[in-house]
């Protein structure tokens, strides 16, 4: 009988860093558009952009490299 | 390891820290989404005692070095070094240099063969297979009884801060936090607690290490940083102004020339030997997440793995400590100064050290950014909360109720008691979080509690893996003895065979109406009160009419009748005058009406008829929070030394009673026959055939390059 494979964490981790950093973009975005009235510091800089654009390519090399295939042909189980 | 200060940083303030947005929000309701998906995912991987107890023995090396050093890395941790590096300056980072690094090494080059070749469980389980029974059930007991505790400490820890940051509520804090972490752990065991520890290994850094690069562009680069922080010092820690704060050694030639209150030999001998190795070499929370690797290289690489990790986390730690002395500012561009929990300033006028981090991140992130921050503190505490949960099951199911209770057993029966005990577990944590709002007393007590078992524990396996002639006998009573020991230390110095005295104290009640008369420097020179309540604490009560003057009795209330009550601004105490603190959480201004709350030391307090006043004298022989300097000088041989040094010095001594225990009633008693000692004592041992090794996956190799970084670091910041 076949073993299910393991999803590796990496690929977890991966698509939570993707949201994560779609989600933190687009909220960069609107606070670029909308500026707020009280600002953090350094606010200019606008690192939820670039910050976010980072996660988001960290995490879909992640999910990328480590996207699950359905079983092994040998049941060999894999963390 | 630090939580106790956290807790006291947490009860002092009702104003929030963090505004949260929807888009953060999100980002928290995603990561508990996420969690217990895993855990119901990974429930079918931990089909046998062997999957739910040790993850199946199948971690990658880096799987299982960053789920190590992720079971360390806890909010409360980097919460806690934050304000160490605030309040100490530079000398807070050895917690991640030579408090830590060496004993990794230690572990991965030296110890990991002998637990990954014996196959034991646990560390209690190793004991059992080098010593007996006796030490075993030592070690099982003491350590299922300090993981569920600290577990309920981290959850009420959690629960408070989540309160104070974020006006959270108490209750659904340690009731979501601890369903979520009882399923997924309940679910999947160890595999499901590793998971979520790489998990949130990588949330702790995405959400945190934008705080200090932000911070020194803020600051104006490293140098600047520096710069400010040596000046700022004298401001914000005038006590200790002239100590340099951004030095890693100069400054431990002596307990007076830094701010830690401890010489080099307390911090080589006691944190970097003592404690470090008590800590990363035996502490089974640790060691379980490295011996459960698929093979004895991956366990060692794995480890040192472990070690690099570690040493960066001062970038995340340290240096936003450092920043809170540099670019946390008030409103006038002066230095904002932080507090510790014990001056009267604190929770009222002034934020404490513990509030450092979350300053920060108010500071710099803003929607989306914040949520990650705080997804990624509690994503700590919950990794924190599991990992104890995983190491408690583990431990009472092999080396409490398998050899106590129930010995034949079949593996499905003890997979059945693995998923009832982490329940129990985290049930039993939910308890301990809620006596702790009555009792929070227990932490201090607690804290040190972690010390008296893992310094002994690891002098007794340290004599039991390197040296084959040490007994059964000899191992239990330097274990027992040295145990003993600690626990006696830590009560000497906190014995004050002529009594302890709380710091004279005057609280004025909610809503208390005063009136602040200013001196020609604008700083409060008298508080009169019109109207309210106070309460005295060891302030001496003058003469009024119709009663006598008293220091009180123990406790007496009294209501000012006619004339005025003037109490004193500083009292006489044995060793000289003491200043009494006035505390105000929330009164009312009398000329203006208005509501205010401050905190001052040495300020003369006029009391106007119709004040009531309960007035309470407190003098004890036993006093955890305090320290006698006296008795301390016999352990930490200095009377200068400071209570972090005394418990480095402590442990210090602890370990040097423990191995000349196991020495001495070794060389007496009967060794076990060397058959029975096969894998478990050093040249008994055969190391495994894992066939060829390329030099580049040698553990030895990256346990030298780890080193040499380990000293490069040291002399740079020197």
């Known amino acids: 009988m076949e073993q299910e494979k393991q999803i590796p964490i990496w690929f977890f981790i991966g698509t939570l860093l993707a949201v994560y950093g779609v989600l933190i973009v687009g909220s960069g975005i609107y606070g670029w558009l909308n500026p707020p009235e009280h600002k953090v510091a350094l606010w200019e800089y606008h690192a939820d952009l670039w910050w976010g654009i980072l996660l988001v390519i960290l995490g879909l090399v992640y999910v990328a490299k480590y996207r699950p295939s359905r079983k092994t042909a040998d049941g060999e189980k894999k963390t | 390891m630090t939580f106790t200060p956290l807790l006291a940083a947490a009860g002092g303030t009702s104003a929030r820290?963090?505004?949260?947005?929807?888009?953060?929000?999100?980002?928290?309701?995603?990561?508990?989404?996420?969690?217990?998906?895993?855990?119901?995912?990974?429930?079918?991987?931990?089909?046998?005692?062997?999957?739910?107890?040790?993850?199946?023995?199948?971690?990658?090396?880096?799987?299982?070095?960053?789920?190590?050093?992720?079971?360390?890395?806890?909010?409360?941790?980097?919460?806690?070094?934050?304000?160490?590096?605030?309040?100490?300056?530079?000398?807070?980072?050895?917690?991640?240099?030579?408090?830590?690094?060496?004993?990794?090494?230690?572990?991965?080059?030296?110890?990991?063969?002998?637990?990954?070749?014996?196959?034991?469980?646990?560390?209690?389980?190793?004991?059992?297979?080098?010593?007996?029974?006796?030490?075993?059930?030592?070690?099982?007991?003491?350590?299922?009884?300090?993981?569920?505790?600290?577990?309920?400490?981290?959850?009420?820890?959690?629960?408070?801060?989540?309160?104070?940051?974020?006006?959270?509520?108490?209750?659904?804090?340690?009731?979501?936090?601890?369903?979520?972490?009882?399923?997924?752990?309940?679910?999947?065991?160890?595999?499901?607690?590793?998971?979520?520890?790489?998990?949130?290994?990588?949330?702790?850094?995405?959400?945190?290490?934008?705080?200090?690069?932000?911070?020194?562009?803020?600051?104006?680069?490293?140098?600047?940083?520096?710069?400010?922080?040596?000046?700022?010092?004298?401001?914000?820690?005038?006590?200790?102004?002239?100590?340099?704060?951004?030095?890693?050694?100069?400054?431990?030639?002596?307990?007076?020339?830094?701010?830690?209150?401890?010489?080099?030999?307390?911090?080589?001998?006691?944190?970097?030997?003592?404690?470090?190795?008590?800590?990363?070499?035996?502490?089974?929370?640790?060691?379980?997440?490295?011996?459960?690797?698929?093979?004895?290289?991956?366990a060692q690489n794995g480890t040192i793995i472990g070690a690099m990790l570690k040493m960066l986390v001062p970038l995340i730690v340290t240096i936003p400590g450092l920043l809170g002395l540099a670019v946390l500012l008030n409103p006038d561009g002066s230095p904002m100064v932080l507090v510790p929990e014990s001056d009267p300033r604190a929770g009222i006028t002034n934020r404490t050290f513990n509030d450092v981090l979350p300053l920060l991140m108010g500071q710099y992130l803003g929607p989306g950014l914040l949520g990650l921050g705080v997804t990624a503190m509690i994503a700590g505490f919950m990794s924190g909360m599991a990992g104890n949960i995983s190491a408690f099951a583990t431990v009472w199911t092999h080396d409490v109720y398998r050899p106590l209770l129930n010995r034949n057993a079949d593996d499905q029966h003890y997979l059945k008691m693995g998923r009832w005990s982490s329940l129990i577990g985290v049930l039993i944590s939910i308890a301990t979080a809620y006596a702790l709002f009555f009792f929070s007393n227990i932490l201090e007590y607690l804290q040190v509690l972690v010390f008296f078992f893992i310094v002994p524990l690891f002098g007794a396996i340290l004599l039991g893996m390197l040296w084959k002639r040490a007994t059964p006998a000899g191992g239990f009573w330097g274990f027992l003895s040295a145990i003993l020991v600690s626990i006696a230390m830590w009560a000497y110095v906190h014995t004050f065979p002529d009594g302890w005295r709380p710091q004279p104290k005057i609280t004025l009640s909610s809503g208390a109406v005063v009136n602040l008369e200013k001196g020609a420097d604008g700083t409060v020179a008298r508080i009169v009160v019109e109207s309210g309540k106070v309460d005295l604490v060891n302030v001496p009560v003058p003469a009024r009419p119709g009663q006598p003057g008293s220091v009180g009795g123990s406790v007496s209330s009294f209501t000012v009748k006619e004339g005025a009550v003037v109490l004193p601004a500083a009292t006489m105490e044995k060793n000289g005058e003491v200043k009494v603190q006035v505390l105000a959480p929330e009164v009312v201004l009398a000329d203006s009406k208005q509501t205010s709350k401050f905190g001052v030391a040495g300020v003369a307090l006029v009391l106007k008829p119709g004040v009531q006043v309960q007035s309470t004298e407190i003098t004890r022989k036993f006093a955890p929070a305090a320290f006698n300097k006296q008795h301390a000088k016999l352990i930490a041989m200095s009377e200068k030394a400071q209570p972090m040094a005394v418990n480095m010095y402590s442990a210090w001594w602890s370990f040097v009673v423990c191995v000349s225990v196991t020495f001495l009633v070794s060389l007496f008693t009967k060794p076990k026959p060397e058959a029975e000692l096969k894998n478990l004592v050093m040249g008994l041992t055969t190391l495994p055939d894992e066939g060829p090794c390329p030099w580049h996956k040698k553990p030895i190799l990256w346990a030298a390059v780890v080193a040499v970084v380990l000293v490069a670091v040291n002399i740079i910041f020197w």
Not at chain 2, 89 to 96: E, K, N, P, S, T
């Open chain 2, 17 to 298: 820290l963090l505004q949260l947005s929807s888009v953060d929000l999100m980002i928290i309701v995603i990561y508990f989404a996420v969690v217990l998906g895993i855990g119901f995912y990974l429930r079918k991987f931990a089909s046998t005692g062997e999957d739910f107890f040790m993850a199946g023995r199948k971690m990658t090396a880096w799987i299982a070095g960053l789920s190590f050093i992720s079971a360390n890395l806890s909010s409360l941790e980097t919460m806690g070094w934050s304000a160490m590096a605030y309040q100490y300056g530079m000398l807070g980072a050895h917690a991640y240099l030579i408090g830590a690094i060496p004993a990794i090494l230690f572990l991965a080059v030296v110890m990991m063969p002998f637990y990954y070749i014996c196959k034991t469980h646990s560390v209690p389980g190793y004991l059992k297979l080098r010593y007996g029974e006796g030490p075993r059930c030592i070690a099982g007991i003491s350590f299922t009884f300090m993981t569920v505790m600290v577990s309920g400490a981290s959850m009420f820890a959690m629960a408070k801060i989540l309160n104070l940051l974020l006006g959270w509520n108490m209750d659904v804090s340690i009731w979501v936090s601890s369903l979520t972490v009882a399923i997924y752990v309940t679910l999947g065991g160890l595999l499901s607690a590793v998971f979520n520890e790489v998990l949130q290994y990588f949330l702790i850094w995405a959400g945190s290490l934008l705080i200090p690069i932000l911070g020194i562009i803020h600051a104006g680069g490293w140098n600047k940083m520096m710069a400010t922080i040596q000046q700022n010092a004298k401001v914000i820690h005038p006590t200790v102004g002239n100590a340099d704060f951004t030095s890693l050694w100069r400054n431990l030639g002596s307990f007076d020339t830094n701010p830690m209150g401890i010489d080099w030999f307390g911090m080589v001998f006691g944190l970097g030997l003592a404690v470090s190795f008590g800590y990363w070499c035996t502490d089974f929370l640790q060691v379980q997440r490295v011996i459960v690797a698929k093979d004895l290289r991956s």
